[in-house]
């Protein structure tokens, strides 16, 4: 089992930008060559919901409200997943994780980061 670690979250104004990082203590590139990453978030009073994903050969994937603003990438050398995440939103405000298929299925996450978008 790979521990996947979420940061990068803050406070910043609507309209600006942050770029979160999932990186994991062992087993990274492994990880990140065999299974599909995704990033989810949650807001207070909401379901936890698919943001982005990316496949083992690169394929990448968001839902509707972050097409267009949001890119997911990894570095298999940094052994790392980003999202960056452009023209950000009040309604993006959120505690954001990143997880891996079998995580999601036995429903185990981390600690995940907050993101605050707000004036």
């Known amino acids: 089992q790979v521990q996947l670690v979420e940061s990068g979250g803050g406070l910043v104004q609507p309209g600006g930008s942050l770029r979160l990082s999932c990186g994991a203590s062992?087993?990274?590139?492994?990880?990140?060559?065999?299974?599909?990453i995704s990033w989810y978030r949650q807001a207070p009073g909401r379901q936890r919901l698919l943001v982005a994903y990316?496949?083992?050969?690169?394929?990448?994937g968001y839902s509707d409200a972050v097409e267009g603003r949001f890119t997911i990438s990894k570095d298999l050398a940094k052994k790392t997943v980003f999202l960056q995440m452009n023209d950000l939103k009040p309604e993006d405000t959120a505690v954001y994780f990143c997880?891996?298929?079998?995580?999601?299925?036995?429903?185990?996450w981390g600690q995940g980061t907050q993101v605050t978008v707000s004036s």
């Open positions: 997880n891996d298929d079998q995580g999601i299925k036995r429903d185990s």
């Open positions: 990316i496949t083992r050969s690169g394929i990448t």
């Open positions: 062992e087993s990274m590139s492994t990880l990140l060559s065999h299974f599909t």
